[in-house]
């Protein structure tokens, strides 16, 4: 049972370069957000979704898009990458609103 | 004002110490959860409560409604108990469906 799978797990980019952060989950669950964390903060929501087809803008959205093609795959997209985009990244998936969050292990993103 | 303040922001303790870990929040919510992120930075769910204690093993988490708090606490603490602890609660209300909103995260080190 794989859970929630995030790749890659490190990645330095220059300023400008675009890239994208896989995200997969095999719960069939429905919800799926992206969180960055940056030191001493708190986890921010960058993007949701509520389902294949689905996306929506969480606090933290500049910067970033997001596609939700199919129930498990939820991959975050950085175009132009800016050092403020350093941090790292979390994927999560949840089955409805009021139920257990998985994570995945983390990408940690470094822009130079 | 945050609305999830954790306290403290760091704690050190000797193995075998009893532990508590404090969250407030001043939002409605449906549900709280505990974190745990290793070094490494993984992040596991610990417990989700919407009312009332929960007990795993050495860990047990509480929550008060009324009050708007909540505890999480480690018995007989291990060295193995060292991690970031992160508490995070689920809205009650409308906005990013289901998202979580987290505490910046108490940071516990246990000395053998």
């Known amino acids: 049972n794989a859970g929630v799978t995030q790749t890659p797990k490190f990645r330095i980019l220059k300023i400008g370069q675009s890239m994208t952060l896989q995200c997969t989950q095999d719960m069939n669950h429905n919800y799926m957000y992206w969180y960055r964390q940056d030191p001493g903060m708190g986890l921010k929501l960058i993007y949701y979704?509520?389902?294949?087809?689905?996306?929506d803008k969480g606090e933290v959205p500049n910067g970033y898009n997001v596609s939700r093609s199919t129930t498990e795959d939820f991959p975050l997209r950085l175009e132009l990458a800016a050092p403020s985009q350093t941090s790292v990244y979390f994927c999560?998936?949840?089955?409805?609103?009021?139920?257990?969050?998985?994570f995945g292990q983390g990408t940690r993103l470094t822009v130079v | 004002k945050n609305e999830v303040e954790q306290s403290p922001q760091n704690l050190t303790a000797q193995e075998g110490e009893f532990i508590t870990i404090n969250c407030s929040y001043s939002v409605g919510i449906s549900a709280l959860h505990w974190l745990q992120q290793h070094p490494g930075g993984g992040i596991v769910s610990l417990f989700m409560?919407?009312?009332g204690k929960k007990k795993h093993g050495r860990l047990i988490a509480t929550i008060n409604i009324q009050e708007k708090h909540s505890s999480l606490h480690i018995t007989a603490s291990h060295p193995r108990d060292s991690a970031v602890y992160i508490c995070?609660?689920?809205?009650?209300?409308?906005?990013?469906?289901?998202?979580?909103?987290f505490g910046k995260g108490t940071k516990l080190s246990v000395k053998p």
């Open positions: 999560a998936s949840s089955g409805e609103r009021v139920t257990e969050a998985f």
């Open positions: 995070a609660v689920r809205s009650a209300y409308g906005g990013s469906q289901g998202n979580l909103i």
């Open positions: 409560l919407s009312s």
């Open positions: 979704s509520v389902g294949a087809g689905i996306t």
